[in-house]
DNA sequence: CTCTGGCATTGATCTTGATCAAGGCGGTCG
DNA sequence: CGACCGCCTTGATCAAGATCAATGCCAGAG
């Protein structure tokens, strides 16, 4: 690959193995050449980010491509002081790569949930990276895509569902993922669940409540299917707003019809 | 070219050409090969659309990418017979090609409008000329990244604005675009504006009467800035939200290792 | 050990915007 | 012309969820 000697911060160029096996392990980014990888990753500055840390916050332009690996990521939006929501990022993803590719500022503020490790690639230089190569395009495209498909999910299940019914097909998706029968573990803090959700911690407390009437139980941090028959009743979740979106690679196929055209 | 008896009147006689001759001069595809572009438009349908027509339901698997060329289309969340407008399409500009390229179920049923102009591309053709174009991957990446930006805004405007504020940005904004003094049209009817702002028509209509007390005065279809100054205090706008999201073409730069491109 | 601070619960109240209902205005089509 | 239909407006009421406030609970610090 080219090596056009960009300069950059070579602080921790040394210990970049760690976090390039966590991207070429990434199914999204597996048609990427290992050679584009390492190129971003020689150039990349590697962090490792307290909870807390703000690691952008909106209207800033942004500076770095941001790919998360490890830990998770607030994305919020800002009025003032008031702060929603928008999106749990998890690893690995990138963090609004629309900001970074379009050149805009960022929309939302981002701050570390959970310690998070992450790679910082200069925006030019992933700019670059992503013009230059068409499979790395390719992931960035899916991956954009499915932040999209999620964040249009969010709307629906906020708009179309009430709190209450929200709480239900959330607690109902988690204990599914789960063998029947046994308790599950709340995956976050009650507070960050009833944000993500879209309500306040008191409303989703109360929701708490009248759920367990239909067959989940919360007891601190623990579910309960108590009765998932009238659960599932009650609450008739929808693979169109439950479901989860991962990021469905696209092919860079070699196959047929190759419009290889022109002269 | 495609002659399956088009619907609709003979004014459609010139065939592929004029769509073409749009997406041609359409910023965010102006990096694309003519070539590409004439290759998808050459396997695809062309359509005129009447208002109202369904073009895909939610949960349907995508068959086609569609561009739309001219027109609008609404792209709905529904909920048995609840429908929420969540997008306005305008042209040119794709319907929800993320759930094209990932093979996923579309999220949203799409309606005509305003009778629209379509150019149907089926969905493998489509994903076979992404995957070997780079420059039309750089495209649609960038519009992609143009609908998510356009989303984040649309909710933040929701959830991090009363209604009345809404209202009073949306005007502000109207007037704003034309020239000071000048009465503005809306550009849509008010029930829709409603729709597009995430509230009732009745609660829009209500708020038009407390916003005018802030100088923004609406009659009939016509916007009047009687107080642009008391407005804007009263209705702070933000870029962030209000301001319009472009697709920013994405540069294929003519740099290293990249001979192919304009002869 | 107690103190403190963050989280959770619970109750009382309030506000926003939705809903229901009635009428008005302005078209179009027999 | 008049009947109808879609859109808009206005009023009355309602309900979901937010807000405010008090308390409990638990863990870590001193």
Redesign the interface.
Known sequence: M?T?GLPIPAAEAAPAAAPLDALRRTRWLGAVPRATLEHLGKQAVLHRVPAGSMLFD??ETPAFATFLIGGSVELL?V?GE?E?L?ELVEPVDLLL???V?????Y??RARVLEEARLMLVAADTF??A???D?AL??A???C??????R??????NV???SAEERVGCYLLRLTTTANAGEPVRLPLEKRLIASQL?MTRETFSRSLGVVAVHGLRVEGEWVLADDIDAARARFPT?P?IDGA?A??P????A?R??????P
Chains 1, 2 share one sequence.
């Open positions: 080219n056009d909106q209207a939006a009025r008031d929603i928008i790569p629309a900001a590719l379009s050149r805009q500022p929309l939302l700019r670059h992503v013009a230059a068409h395009c390719l960035v495209l899916a954009q895509a499915a932040q999209f498909r964040q249009v999910k969010q709307v629906k708009r179309l569902r879209g929808d169109l979106e990021v469905t696209l092919p860079l196929q196959s019809e190759n419009p290889r055209r022109r």
